[in-house]
């Protein structure tokens, strides 16, 4: 999806181990974002970027954590997973221009924890 | 929590016009309101936004009522291709950031 990649595409893990998904950009954008997606609740911010190391919570932040160090990666950490956290993960892209907050979506990330 | 109400889902035939509804009757006067869609799981992607003033693209067309408290989108000729989940976004202008709802499922028939 026109300069957006998210890895990896699918993960199995288990309740309490450690997971990281990475999106990585070509578009030199500015803002990035995570979202996730489960049945009946549509899509949910969990952290978003508006540059490098500048980083701000969403609306179902708690469990995880992100970092910006580059421009073109954005990094989401579960520290310890949880079953809860079973989605389907999304990143979005933005140049941030302002009244034209156009999002450029990932193919997503689908987790599965056991 | 989302600042736009869609009805869950809607159906139409193929080659008419398909309306999709919203309301954002709390919309402050310089908020925009985006339509994205997705298809089966793949991830959301955008259609059209606008501010007042209706908008037409390749994909769609978009009509604000004057008081800018709905909206609707309309594919002017639906294929079997546009059936998809159709979200109504307005971007909150305090943090800048996309507030997804529910969306309308949107199913388009022979």
């Known amino acids: ?18 997971v990281t998904l990475r999106c990585h950009q070509t578009e030199n954008h500015r803002y990035m974002y995570w979202y996730r997606q489960d049945p009946g609740h549509g899509l949910r911010l ?12 969403g609306e179902v932040s708690d469990g995880y954590s992100v970092s910006r160090s580059k421009t073109e990666d954005f990094l989401l950490t579960l520290e310890s997973a949880t079953s809860s956290q079973t989605s389907v993960y999304f990143c979005a892209i933005s140049a941030g221009d302002p009244g034209a907050n156009v999002l450029t979506f990932g193919a997503g990330s689908r987790l599965t924890v056991l | 929590d989302a600042k736009t109400t869609q009805p869950p889902s809607m159906d139409c035939a ?90 309308t499922r949107l199913q388009v028939f022979p």
């Open chain 1, 1 to 18: 999806d026109a300069g957006i990649t998210q890895s990896p595409r699918h993960k199995v893990t288990e309740t309490g181990t450690p």
């Open chain 1, 46 to 57: 969990i952290h978003y970027s508006y540059g490098v190391k500048d980083t701000d919570k």
């Open chain 2, 14 to 103: 193929e080659g008419r016009a398909a309306n999709l509804p919203c309301n954002h009757s709390t919309i402050s006067g310089n908020e925009y309101v985006y339509w994205y869609r997705q298809i089966h799981s793949q991830g959301p992607q955008y259609i059209i936004h606008g501010l007042k003033n209706n908008e037409t693209n390749e994909m769609a067309s978009l009509i604000i009522t004057e008081d800018r408290k709905s909206s609707t989108l309309i594919l002017p000729h639906a294929t079997l291709r546009d059936t998809a989940v159709y979200y109504c976004i307005v971007r909150d202008i305090n943090t800048d950031k996309l507030i997804f709802g529910t969306g």
